[in-house]
C-alpha cells in the first residue's frame, strides 16, 4: 500500500521554476501532466502517457512507472497485467516543469498492440497533399 | 500565407484508429494535441508542445514544425524569433493516435533557455525521501 502524502511545492518565480533545483510540476486542469517514456539504451520514444501528482510521486518512490488512466480513471503501473513494466533509469522535467521525461528499461513492448513503441506509423504526404500512415518495419516488437 | 483548410477526418473504429492508414489524429478539449520533438541524429528528447489541427498541417506541408502556443494563444513557428528552426524529417503518430513524435534537425539550442534540449534537470531522492532537481551536465548547448 503507498502511503506518501503528494509531496510536491507550489511553483515559485518563473527564475525559480527554470533555473532552480526545486520540483515544482505544473498539472494541468484535469491535475495531470503529460510524461514520455524513453528507451535508456536505444534513445527510442516508447510512448506518451498521463500521470498526476500521485502517480509521479510513486515513479520516484518506487523506481517503476506508474501513469494514470484517463479512460479507465485509475492508477496504471506500467506492465501490472502485462508484466511489460518500466524501471526508470532517470527522470527529467521540462523548462516551465509541466512536462516529464523518464529513460526507462522497458520489459517487452511498451505499446498494448504488442510493438515496441507507440509510434509505429509515420505520415507520408503525396505531391497531391494526401496523407497515408506508413508502418515502420523497425518498430516490431 | 497558409490557406489549406484543416485535413483531418474524425476517428473511425478503435481498429481504424489504431491499424489503419489513415491520419485521424484526436485533438484535445482545447483542440490541442501534444508533440514530442526529437533529435533526429542523437536520439535526444528536446521538447514537449503543442499543436492544433492548423498548427499539425502547416508541420506536414512545410516541413517545418509549427506549434499552437497555449500562453500567447497563438501560432508559433519553432524558430521564427530565434533562428532555432525544427527541419521535420519524420512525423509519426501513437497507436490511438492522440499524440505526435516528430524527429527533427534542430539548428541551435531546442529551449528558450538556450540549452540544446528543454529536459536539462533530473530528479534525485535522496534516502530521507526529498527531491531536488539536477542540472544535466550533457545538456548543454
Known amino acids: 500500500m503507498w502511503t506518501r502524502a503528494t ?8 527564475l525559480d521554476t527554470e533555473e532552480g533545483q526545486r520540483l515544482t510540476p505544473t498539472f494541468d486542469a484535469n491535475g495531470l501532466i503529460p510524461a514520455i517514456a524513453q ?20 515513479t520516484i518512490d518506487t523506481g517503476e512507472a506508474w501513469y494514470w488512466s484517463r479512460s479507465r ?4 503501473r506500467k506492465g501490472e497485467s502485462s508484466g511489460h513494466v518500466q524501471q526508470v533509469v532517470e527522470i527529467s522535467i521540462d523548462c516551465d516543469q509541466d512536462a516529464i521525461l ?6 517487452g513492448p511498451a505499446c498494448h498492440t504488442s510493438r ?9 504526404r503525396a505531391d497531391d497533399g494526401s496523407l497515408t500512415l506508413i508502418f515502420n ?3 516490431g516488437a
Open 116 to 124: 515496441r513503441s507507440c509510434f509505429y506509423r509515420s505520415v507520408r
Open 7 to 14: 509531496p510536491f511545492a507550489p511553483a515559485g518565480t518563473k
Open 102 to 107: 523518464l529513460k526507462v528499461q522497458q520489459t
Open 73 to 76: 480513471r485509475k492508477f496504471w
Open 137 to 139: 518495419g523497425s518498430s
Open 39 to 58: 528507451d535508456a539504451s536505444s534513445g527510442e520514444v516508447l510512448m506518451l502517457a498521463w500521470m498526476n501528482a500521485e502517480a509521479l510521486a510513486r
